[in-house]
């Protein structure tokens, strides 16, 4: 059970597990069932239970065990630039390194552990240290980066192009300026803290982080553990595909509610998959399509979110979905930016240049757009 206020609104989580069949799971392990065995269960019984229980925790967790938390809204609409809050313009004079007092979002802290523990203290040195050793300091030198040869999958160089141009971080500094309703948060919404028993009951733990914030705070780090670090790629072939979803998450002009729906995701990756050094083909390895129906159905809750955002906006809606979706592109540009250095990742040569590919895409689309190219 947990409690917290603010400022008159107050919110109570309690949750009691049917223990009668064991202990529960997390998320992640039931996941990690579904994608991660060397011997596929796809296409099974077995797997087509597995992929049920997976996708009916994400519905629960979105339509019931986070609605009335997120429906906790602040009665204040702060002004802020999200990108400044979040840490991305740390280098920047004044810039906001995210672990100040007061800040709005919740998880503002997290790029602390990229920029503290590997480099010289900032941002842009810190985080191309660790591009280095992932695509080497050769490609690193150029403006656009390539993730696997054969793949036709190039984007502007993250650190150079985006994090060492204090102008264009000085524009999305200004542009990410508004006013955000926020709510109450999970604040550590990952796989081990969504629990499921043995009777598919659903609950959230470990609410050490829950307090004020933004919505999109929460589904933003479940997509990203999904993504980058609860799944394994074992092949090139692996990496290949997955460089072909780049383009549907990370949109050059940007997330929107449109490109949250399923069709539009498909389409931007069926005109793109390809097999590695061989164009043309559908997404076939197992685990990647396992994944892919579950970052489909986490992005349509996003895109209920977005929606939702935009509807009890003040003034323009068109404008605050904007406003919100790039708010959204911005979460998951600081979080492919924290898994490409984060430790677990450290021998996951695939699943970094993944995230780097995504941090790439992501910087491309929160700024407006033809920028940077």
């Not at 999305?172 to 550590?188: A, E, K, P, Q, Y």
Request: glycine share 8%; with cysteine.
């Amino acid at each position: 059970m947990n409690y917290a206020e603010h400022n008159g609104i107050a919110a109570i989580h309690f949750s009691l597990a049917d223990l009668s069949d064991g202990t529960p799971q997390g998320f992640a392990d039931v996941y990690a069932d579904l994608v991660n065995p060397e011997d596929s269960v796809l296409g099974t019984p077995a797997g087509d239970e597995l992929i049920r229980r997976v996708l009916d925790a994400v519905d629960f967790v979105f339509d019931n065990l986070l609605v009335k938390l997120h429906n906790a809204r602040s009665p204040d609409i702060p002004r802020f630039s999200v990108a400044d809050e979040l840490g991305l313009c740390w280098d920047l004079p004044g810039g906001k390194s995210g672990v100040e007092k007061d800040l709005h979002m919740r998880s503002s802290f997290v790029l602390e552990k990229a920029w503290r523990k590997f480099g010289d203290g900032r941002l842009a040195s810190s985080i191309r240290m660790h591009a280095v050793e992932t695509l080497g300091e050769s490609a690193m030198e150029q403006s656009m980066l390539q993730f696997l040869d054969g793949h036709s999958l190039q984007l502007p160089n993250v650190c150079s192009e985006f994090l060492a141009n204090r102008e264009l971080l000085a524009e999305l500094r200004d542009t990410s300026i508004g006013g955000h309703r926020l709510c109450f948060v999970h604040g550590d919404l990952h796989g081990d803290n969504i629990m499921v028993d043995g009777r598919d009951n659903r609950f959230l733990i470990d609410f050490g982080k829950t307090g004020l914030g933004h919505c999109l705070e929460d589904i933003t780090w479940l997509e990203s553990h999904v993504l980058l670090s609860y799944t394994d790629f074992a092949t090139d072939e692996e990496l290949a595909e997955v460089l072909s979803l780049v383009l549907a998450l990370a949109p050059p002009d940007g997330i929107s509610i449109e490109s949250c729906g399923e069709t539009a995701l498909d389409a931007v990756v069926d005109s793109r998959t390809e097999t590695w050094r061989t164009a043309g083909g559908k997404l076939v390895c197992p685990r990647v399509l396992a994944m892919w129906s579950v970052v489909k159905r986490l992005r349509k809750h996003l895109g209920v979110t977005l929606t939702n955002l935009a509807a009890i906006a003040p003034g323009d809606r068109a404008k605050e979905a904007r406003q919100v979706g790039q708010m959204a592109g911005l979460l998951f540009l600081r979080n492919s930016l924290f898994f490409l250095t984060a430790r677990e990742n450290r021998d996951r040569l695939r699943s970094r240049k993944f995230a780097l590919a995504l941090a790439c895409a992501y910087a491309q689309a929160v700024l407006p757009q033809g920028q940077l190219t």
